[in-house]
């Protein structure tokens, strides 16, 4: 089973400023037939299910504010928000779709400073 | 709209039973196949089970397998996961989401989008 670590486990970031979470996965997540990184982010609020933000690793979902920009390749992958917006508070979680069982970091606690 | 509603959630005795549904409307369940994803009170998101747009195949994390079974009714769009021989750590809200269906050479989930708002299971004495 390829299991996804993120870092931090929270972070407390000001108004405008730059959050950066990381998120490795124990095995590559990297499709060498398409290219494509089989890895997905999501925000989650208190109360709400979670809500996709970006998939193929960098690719925004629409209606996605272009703050949040995903990015890395293989084991290796960071969700970062541009500018913390108060909207912006939740926990983020990565997901791997590449084989079974599909499986998803343990979440990064976003607030604000 | 795009929607998916879950039910059929509450509070059962360990060693019970439950069935859950979940809904669609906006969309054909068979298009693309589903899965469920829980989350104990305060914890992250684990899969749980998917099947296939056809129904013909599904899949089982460890920790359900031969308790849970998922199914699903093409002509009513519902899914199912019917879980028995419930214990504690059953205890999660149960989110039923739909896959974009992207295959690997291993796998054909994708990334989950929609989402159902979740059905909350306590298993407690």
């Known amino acids: 089973d390829i299991v996804m670590t993120q870092s931090p486990d929270s972070l407390a970031v000001s108004l405008g400023e730059r959050a950066t979470i990381n998120c490795k996965s124990s095995q590559s997540v990297l499709y060498s037939s398409n290219n494509k990184n089989y890895l997905a982010w999501y925000q989650q609020k208190p109360g709400q299910p979670p809500k996709l933000l970006i998939y193929w690793a960098s690719t925004r979902e629409s209606g996605v504010p272009d703050r949040f920009s995903g990015s890395g390749s293989g084991t290796d992958f960071s969700l970062t928000i541009s500018s913390l917006q108060a909207e912006d508070v939740a926990v983020y979680f990565c997901?791997?779709?590449?084989?079974?069982?599909?499986?998803f970091g343990q979440g990064t606690k976003v607030e604000i400073k | 709209e795009v929607q998916l509603v879950e039910s059929g959630g509450g509070l059962v005795q360990p060693g019970g039973s439950l069935r859950l549904s979940c809904v669609a409307s906006g969309f054909t369940l068979t298009t693309h196949g589903m899965s469920w994803v829980r989350q104990a009170p305060g914890k992250g998101l684990e899969w749980v089970s998917a099947i296939s747009g056809s129904g013909g195949s599904t899949y089982y994390a460890d920790s359900v397998k031969g308790r849970f079974t998922v199914s699903r009714d093409n002509s009513n769009n519902t899914l199912y996961l019917q879980m028995n021989s419930l214990r504690a750590e059953d205890t999660a809200v149960y989110y039923c989401?739909?896959?974009?269906?992207?295959?690997?050479?291993?796998?054909?989930?994708?990334?989950?989008?929609?989402w159902g708002q979740g059905t909350l299971v306590t298993v407690s004495s």
């Open positions: 997901q791997h779709y590449y084989s079974t069982p599909p499986a």
């Open positions: 989401a739909n896959g974009s269906g992207h295959c690997s050479s291993a796998s054909c989930y994708g990334w989950f989008d929609p």
